[in-house]
């Protein structure tokens, strides 16, 4: 490098280079709370007893829940063969998209094509770029509160209530993450007819779709023929490998609501800048969705319940807390604390903070999902570990219980 001629650029220049000024954007603002919460915590457990985590939504952490063989030996193939080793469409490989399309379609509705697919880095990234393309700035989009004593269903009016010319869509998260709740095909209609009523599009994040134990799951794809939606899903919940980043956003548009709206242009730009999930991923989706993995499923299932089942009557058994509503699927159990029942325990954060640094157990505080005076417990757990959490909870709130 020329440093004379570097040199001589300073009288020339408008810029101020007496000070370095690196700034970041906007971007600081963006914040996970599960995460601000966790990360907080860890390292705060009690030394003399080891750690038991019932935060962690990872099915995974604990190994004792596992993928199926098929969907493993698909994954195997396909980075054995040597034949998808570069890049893919940016949208995902066709054979991915058609495999997606079609395991997505209904009988009852216009059939989806691969052009209706978009393959993303995990169910993270398909809410990501739903929410970049639908909520420019200055707009919103509803998130509707579950109601407690109603089995965690919507509050419809609130939708009603809140909606205005900036709202972009109506975002429903069915099975629920925390709450557990699965929502009837009468209450989904509900949640379709108002916002067919005020044009509002529906984001629906379906990432547990079909881990249910109660209740049977309705997707909201079902009632898409008056209403666009963008229906989001990954491998990583119901196959059990989050590790595999392999999502999806399936975009509903049968009456051609969209057209002319740029919106899959833009889910496209995105796309193409991410680039997706890696190839041999996507190379063995076609047979992971093409098996019949119910039996393998139901047995996952069994587990998650087995473990709810047990989860639910220990809390019966400890003054202090109860549960509202009780799970129908997913892989969490929301239990109410009487923060009025515990000494130093102000709010659900004090309390699990206090539960981690004296028992070492480990859970979400409601305050994660603006859901104050609950904590949630994953049900991801070994039932012998789960009883050993149990049991540590049960001493804590006895300590701590006024009586």
Request: aromatic share 6%; glycine share 6%; net charge neutral.
């Given at each position: ?15 101020d ?31 003399q ?29 396909a ?19 058609a ?13 989806l ?5 978009y ?6 990234e ?21 109601v ?7 509050d ?16 429903i ?6 709450c ?35 209740k ?23 196959w ?22 740029g ?10 800048i ?13 047979a ?60 659900t ?31 991801t ?23």
């Amino acid at each position: 490098m020329d440093t004379t001629n570097c040199d001589s650029l300073a009288g020339f220049s408008n810029r101020d280079t007496t000070n370095w000024r690196v700034r970041a954007t906007t971007l600081t603002q963006s914040k996970n709370p599960i995460r601000i919460i966790v990360d907080d915590l860890l390292g705060k457990e009690n030394p003399q007893k080891e750690l038991i985590s019932l935060a962690q939504g990872d099915p995974t952490a604990y190994g004792h829940l596992k993928p199926s063989e098929e969907a493993v030996s698909a994954v195997v193939r396909a980075f054995s063969s040597g034949n998808h080793d570069g890049y893919t469409a940016s949208t995902g490989s066709a054979a991915c998209r058609a495999a997606i399309a079609a395991a997505h379609s209904h009988d009852f509705c216009h059939p989806l094509s691969l052009h209706d697919v978009y393959v993303t880095a995990g169910c993270s990234e398909a809410l990501e770029h739903c929410i970049a393309v639908l909520v420019a700035p200055g707009k919103n989009i509803l998130l509707p509160r579950p109601v407690p004593g109603r089995g965690w269903e919507v509050d419809l009016c609130s939708i009603r209530r809140l909606a205005n010319t900036s709202t972009a869509a109506i975002l429903i998260n069915n099975p629920s993450n925390p709450c557990g709740a699965v929502y009837s095909r009468q209450h989904l209609e509900e949640i379709v007819g108002i916002s067919s009523a005020l044009k509002l599009p529906v984001l629906a994040d379906e990432v547990y779709a079909g881990m249910t134990f109660r209740k049977e799951f309705v997707s909201l794809a079902e009632f898409s023929c008056s209403v666009p939606m963008f229906i989001v899903g990954a491998l990583s919940k119901r196959w059990l490998v989050p590790g595999w980043r392999l999502g999806w956003v399936c975009v509903h548009d049968i009456q051609g609501n969209l057209h002319g709206s740029g919106v899959r242009a833009a889910i496209n730009n995105l796309c193409q800048i991410s680039l997706g999930p890696s190839a041999p991923i996507q190379a063995a989706v076609p047979a992971i969705l093409a098996t019949d993995d119910s039996v393998w499923l139901s047995e996952i299932m069994c587990a998650l319940n087995r473990c709810t089942t047990l989860s639910e009557k220990r809390v019966l058994n400890i003054d202090g807390l109860s549960i509202v509503s009780p799970p129908e699927g997913a892989m969490y159990l929301l239990v109410k604390i009487d923060l009025c029942a515990f000494r130093g325990c102000l709010t659900t954060s004090h309390f699990a903070e206090s539960l981690l640094s004296e028992e070492s157990v480990l859970v979400l505080p409601g305050e994660c999902f603006r859901a104050p005076g609950f904590i949630r417990v994953v049900t991801t757990v070994p039932e012998s570990l789960i009883q050993v959490a149990w049991d540590r909870i049960e001493a804590f709130c006895k300590r701590r219980f006024k009586g």
